[in-house]
């Protein structure tokens, strides 16, 4: 019975060269699909791997581009901060030969006022001596005969500031014998610039003379002076 439901040998024999030339033709389909594939597989992956070495190239070309820029501009940063230094130094330079200036200005200014103030100053003592001298001097003047004729005494005015009085009269023997001594105020103050002969004691007359400003009693200490040294 089994040997009845086999197949005969002849069809089996047909089965498996059928189903041999199916597994071949199954295989040759495969190899031929696969193969192209691979092949369209590769070729996209060149093209990838193209496109993006032509990225990374471009990529590299910008980053160039933009580190020489980026050296220009920080050399040029460079230049612009050391002219602004410059610029720092000449103006901080320039502020404090201003404040030196200014000082200076307001130095001489203070001398100037100074200087303008010792100058009124002195003018009004020069017009103060010179009043007192010419007071002085007319007094004497309207003087003049009396003490000439009781004393031998002259006036004579050597300068705007300077008086001399001259004495005859004086020795007993010498009756002709010239006695003088030389007056000015000064810094309002009288002062001896000149005595002949020179006699002891005209430090404490002047004193007396400048607290009291009585002149002819000094004219008469003096001449007692001169006569004492006879």
């Not at 020489?68 to 612009?80: C, D, F, I, L, R």
Request: net charge negative; hydrophobic share 35%; with cysteine.
């Amino acid at each position: 019975m089994a040997a009845d439901n086999q197949p005969p040998q002849e069809s089996r024999t047909e089965l498996e060269l059928l189903g041999s030339n199916l597994q071949k033709v199954q295989q040759r389909i495969f190899d031929q699909w696969h193969g192209e594939g691979l092949e369209q597989k590769r070729l996209a992956h060149e093209q990838w791997l193209k496109e993006a070495t032509d990225e990374i190239n471009s990529v590299k070309d910008q980053l160039r581009d933009l580190d020489k820029g980026s050296a220009e501009n920080k050399e040029a940063v460079a230049s612009q901060k050391r002219k602004a230094e410059e610029i720092s130094l000449a103006l901080r330079d320039a502020y404090e030969k201003r404040q030196k200036l200014l000082c200076q200005k307001e130095q001489l200014s203070k001398e100037i006022t100074a200087q303008m103030e010792a100058n009124r100053t002195e003018q009004e003592l020069l017009e103060a001596q010179q009043k007192a001298t010419r007071s002085v001097l007319s007094e004497l003047t309207k003087a003049e005969g009396f003490f000439q004729q009781r004393m031998g005494l002259r006036f004579k005015k050597l300068d705007s500031d300077n008086l001399q009085f001259v004495f005859t009269e004086v020795d007993s023997k010498d009756p002709e014998r010239v006695f003088y001594f030389t007056i000015k105020v000064a810094d309002k103050e009288y002062k001896v610039t000149d005595c002949c002969p020179q006699v002891a004691g005209i430090d404490d007359l002047l004193q007396q003379l400048n607290k009291s400003n009585n002149l002819m009693a000094f004219v008469v200490g003096i001449r007692q002076k001169f006569k004492l040294a006879c």
